[in-house]
């Protein structure tokens, strides 16, 4: 075991915002790499709520084994209203100070890392982010932890409705999360075959659904999927559903709505080791000095974004996926 | 391979109403149980809609290669609504006509039963039944082909909303399938731990799930689940999030429709045994020379059941298995 | 809550022998239901182990939350050798005493259910057996906690393994579980659409295996997977493969022993819920004043089996399963 | 649709070699984008064993509908032992002649670039690679198609050994795929928690593996599991059971080999993706002239590689990810 020079002896560790799979995986990293350079680490429940009301608890390595593949987090997570005021910082920076924490690592999206922010300049706090949401919009970062598992149950769950669409020749409008981005959309549109993808980084139109529906009809196509990405600007999937059925009261139309079962289940290996090895960076950059940057990890290498960044730009969708996606829905 | 000395010589099979997983392992057992005792069987298309428009296609025992294990229903269904008229049932006796079909097996629900019964009235066109159906409520077999299959595709999905439900102390409220018959709900509530299952065979109140959420505070219990049956009489689930909301405003209530993911993916192991046992049974309960009965197991044993018994009955709730969902979920 | 006025004031509960998935939903069932009416619950754990070294701890309804869902046990099992001894039994009876524990609940197999027996005898501690094996091999239950998930595990990965055999025209060996009791094999041979399958219960010769492979042949069959029990009498995987290269130098032959995968993971439908109505039906058994019996369900039944009778006969392969099986790989 | 001006009028595609998830999706890929560009396609059953042997079928886009979720490869694939002689490669080039394909695609590994190269050579026919298989060890792209979908199959069998791993306190050695390469390996170690992780990269030694035993002891861990990659050098899992069990022969040593279902089932959604862009490059890479060069992705961006260069150099396992395997294994 190296021996720890710097100043952090201590280091709490909270998840923040909407969960994703994969933040356990990280919760046990971050503990993990704290043993392993000889410091303390305290998980902080329920976010920054449980920063503002003291619920700390010391984590041993064992006390995260059996943890690294389930999904959810055990250290729970809230948005906190209170964590907005300044009272509520307030009452956080003393509970950091009774606990002597050097050091946050904070575990989320955008929202988690304008909080660690605004904290670590009003009360001196250190942190460095760690990116968990299914959504993939976050600069700085190839993929954040929970995307690529969101993404693989989007899409078992679009084979089993492709099962029952192409058994009744139906068509099926599927909603899939992402509210500013369309990376779910998009990416599970290519791998199910979906006859049309509508996401809000693209300008879609009614009319280009309508032909792409009359393309499909004269090769003899007989049940589609169309992906629709909730942040979607034309409207929701009910309004979509409505539209295509006045257009063409011959076709059977359905729509499901994915919700929540995205948020859940086991990581994919992607994303328990995108966790793990962020996990380890966040505790190491902690230990070198940094603070208010994300650890991720671009081209396979790990690279240290200053929280600013990654919190103004965000990641866009490749123009050449769209392509893929339309020459392969011929 | 023994010989065939009946006068069914050739079968017709088809897949009518909604589709369920196992169909496809259905209709490979009755195609390669035709050829082992002989007998030529022509696959017909679209349920009731390929017999009367004569979409009907030779079936060797190679052609369902690779199928026992896929979702779905590779011959298609459909609901046919000139098949409910004489005219439509007329056209459909010429295609059996035309075709020399001794007989069908018609794999589907209780409205397929009463169309092949018609059928046959008329026609004289013997037929012996699969139950075919996620809702298991079919009389005179313990299982339904794809229940199993549904049951667990649920589950599945129930698991993963548990996750980001405990992560976030919230209240879900989960619709399963089920128009009429709350074996999926109750099934599915008490293997996943729900905190009360709403199904149409009870009488539910909204005051009891009230008393069901103080209990559950009462212990302690920071999130909870709720399933709900599509066919509950005490309104929907949104009705339900919404009423729920109204009581407790400070809950974190949440609602997911499961839909038409439960009628896709590839079967368990029970449906694809339970398929491949009834095609077969199918076939030779034809050869037998029976005809307008069910193929079903109970209780471990192939039982023919009439049709108009099949289709008047229910199978019912096992009262004891909602007191078990009750003990548990303290 | 009902009142207790039985003399059962304190339940211990043990898992033993081979773990199966279900063993953590039968002990949630156990904690829960001594919960309802008002019983202490302890949990041994590793098995008879734990009871000769009092590792002993007393479980709530929360310290099983989140259990349901999860492989393996909690409580740990083991085979211990000690408890074979009479040194070993009252050790455990010094134990039993100790915590003032009424009666037990012992989830395994028959090996467990003969230690239960002979403790009951010696030392006058009532128990209640819960099937828990993956083998499906115990008398007075149609079903085992464990059996279907293990069955689904290996279709799963049968499934897999025929991709490539059929990419490539393959013949396959593959070994599942069943040292006694050719249940999976016979179930997953028949799931998979296998050519042959070889189950401790039959009398195999190699013979019938070269006329199969003939028989495919001549069909124009290019790939075959053949399922053989781990207890077939005519000789392991390896061998089997061996022979046949020789027999026919021109196959490409592979092996697979699936192995301790089948025992692991997350339990079905069906195995929760089994395991939920025996661990609550061993309970109330103990109530009422039942011991030295084994709580099975038949035919959708609860049913009480002598542990005598359950240890003695075993479950018997189904005769038509097999010719099921034979009409299908034709 | 893009008018096509090349000289690129006929494609053909084969898979070659060991077959790996998501060789399907690439297939449909080439086929789709053949189709929008107005270019013939043609499949080749087989591998080069088709090219010698005239199996040689037309495919228009609806012929691979229902396909990219299917694991293994629809055109079959084969080590051909005849196109390794001058003779044989003689035979292809007619068959080549005789249909008019002015193009290949081949999707394999190294073995199949190789023999693509020659006959390029020899015969002049230009062709484009495109990396399939689960070992991940090609030089031009980061991720192979199937690696992805292989090493979440892995884990997933990793996972449910480590559940009854964990219920007996045993040590498990599991071998993974991974003749040359590590990549399964060390990323399912990490993915799973593995205690030691033995490479073909690495200089492992025996004595290294007991003192991570004797730091898991010191430390109360109870039970390991040790992944280790096929093409190890310290030698097979079995030997090093052995090995294990004469140091500690207290220990419950089990041994597993993942084996062939590491090569099936449906893909991944990267590998989804990954193959449908590699698909469409490859014949966008003809059209414009390209040959001789494999099509992959280097951090998310299109790159051809010179084939030559693909075959000699190999992806270098990343040292960082070995010091987080290192570290979270503590």
Aim: net charge neutral; charged share 25%; proline share 3%.
């Amino acid at each position: 075991m190296p021996q720890n020079i710097s100043k952090i002896k201590k280091i709490g560790v909270l998840t923040s915002g909407g969960d994703s799979p994969g933040m356990n995986a990280a919760i046990r990293s971050v503990v993990r790499a704290c043993n392993y350079y000889g410091i303390v680490c305290c998980g902080i429940r329920m976010g920054y709520e449980g920063l503002i009301n003291d619920y700390v608890v010391e984590l041993g390595p064992r006390s995260v084994r059996n943890l690294i593949n389930r999904g959810g987090t055990e250290l729970k997570s809230a948005r906190s209203q209170e964590f907005r005021t300044k009272e509520g910082r307030e009452k956080a920076a003393k509970t950091v100070k009774k606990h002597n924490i050097d050091a946050l690592v904070i575990i989320g999206g955008d929202g988690s890392f304008t909080g660690g922010t605004i904290f670590q300049k009003e009360h001196g706090v250190p942190f460095i982010g760690v990116p968990g949401t299914i959504d993939n919009d976050i600069f700085g970062t190839d993929y954040t932890v929970g995307y690529d598992t969101a993404l693989n149950t989007a899409v078992d769950a679009i084979d089993k409705i492709r099962d029952t669409a192409t058994s009744h020749n139906r068509v099926f409008f599927v909603e899939v999360m992402g509210r500013d981005a369309g990376f779910i959309a998009l990416n599970s549109g290519i791998a199910t075959g979906a006859l049309d993808i509508l996401i809000p980084e693209e300008k879609d139109s009614i009319e280009d659904l309508f032909i792409a529906f009359e393309k499909a009809q004269e090769k003899g196509k007989s049940s589609s999927i169309v992906i629709v990405a909730e942040g979607e600007k034309l409207g929701g999937v009910y309004d979509l559903a409505k539209f295509t059925k006045m257009k063409y009261p011959e076709f059977d139309v359905k729509v499901t709505v994915l919700g929540h079962i995205q948020r859940g289940g086991s990581p994919t290996v992607a994303d328990r080791v995108l966790a793990s090895r962020l996990g380890v960076a966040a505790v190491e950059g902690l230990i070198a000095g940094k603070s208010n940057v994300m650890a991720g990890m671009q081209s396979s290498k790990l690279v240290f974004t200053p929280i600013e960044e990654a919190i103004k730009k965000h990641n866009e969708i490749d123009k050449d996926l769209i392509k893929v996606a339309d020459i392969l829905s011929t």
